[in-house]
T-cell receptor, first 112, second 110 residues
């Protein structure tokens, strides 16, 4: 399913480093989302975007930055990685009309 | 407050037995309900949406507005059903986001 891809799939980084996770979708979906998945917490929304150049915070946005200069890309940057940001990160997208979201394969990030 | 509750973190069921994954929600309005499934180390996939009233992989889910529930059911469990299941809710406004429950891990015993 090449519609929505994420890179890298696995990343190990050190505390304090800046890390960028990439998300790319080929469907021209208006909406894009970033989640983190942690045991006991399920999926938590980090940031979302309704269109290019429009982004908004989710419930766990501290320490993260996003941009959306093009409809198809929605990179997530950890400005100064902390161990608490060790997680699996999922990107998702949806059309303007339908509510269901389509997910990327995830990026497993470890901060040492 | 908008909320999705999945009361079971883990559900173990024998192969061939019926499965019911519980989902209750709190929402002031008329939401759309979904079930997502995540197989081991894979992406989340949409399993069901209540507006379609469909059966996928033998699973069905009925929206009960009176009980504010959207339980997922399957009459006969199969080993390949072992996965993480998330119930999710969305409002019907343009910018409404999906709210996910914390998930239930379904383990099918041989």
């Amino acid at each position: 399913d090449a519609g929505i891809t994420q890179s890298p799939r696995y990343k190990i980084t050190e505390t304090g480093r800046q890390v960028t996770l990439m998300c790319h979708q080929t469907w021209s979906h208006s909406y894009m989302f970033w989640y983190r998945q942690d045991l006991g917490h399920g999926l938590r929304l980090i940031y979302y975007s309704a269109a290019a150049d429009i982004t908004d915070k989710g419930e766990v946005s501290d320490g993260y930055v996003v941009s959306r200069s093009k409809t198809e890309n929605f990179p997530l940057t950890l400005e100064s990685a902390t161990r608490s940001q060790t997680s699996v990160y999922f990107c998702a997208s949806r059309t303007e009309g339908l509510r269901e979201q389509y997910f990327g394969p995830g990026t497993r990030l470890t901060v040492t | 407050a908008q909320r999705v509750t999945q009361p079971e973190k883990l559900l173990s069921v024998f192969k061939g037995a019926p499965v019911e994954l519980k989902c209750n929600y709190s929402y002031s309005g008329s939401p759309e309900l979904f079930w997502y499934v995540q197989y081991s180390r894979q992406r989340l996939q949409l399993l069901l949406r209540h507006i379609s009233r469909e059966s996928i992989k033998g699973f069905t889910a009925d929206l009960n507005k009176g009980e504010t529930s959207f339980h997922l059911k399957k009459p006969f469990a199969q080993e390949e059903d072992s996965a993480m299941y998330y119930c999710a809710l969305s409002g019907r406004n343009r910018d409404d986001k999906i709210i996910f429950g914390k998930g239930t891990r379904l383990h099918i015993l041989p």
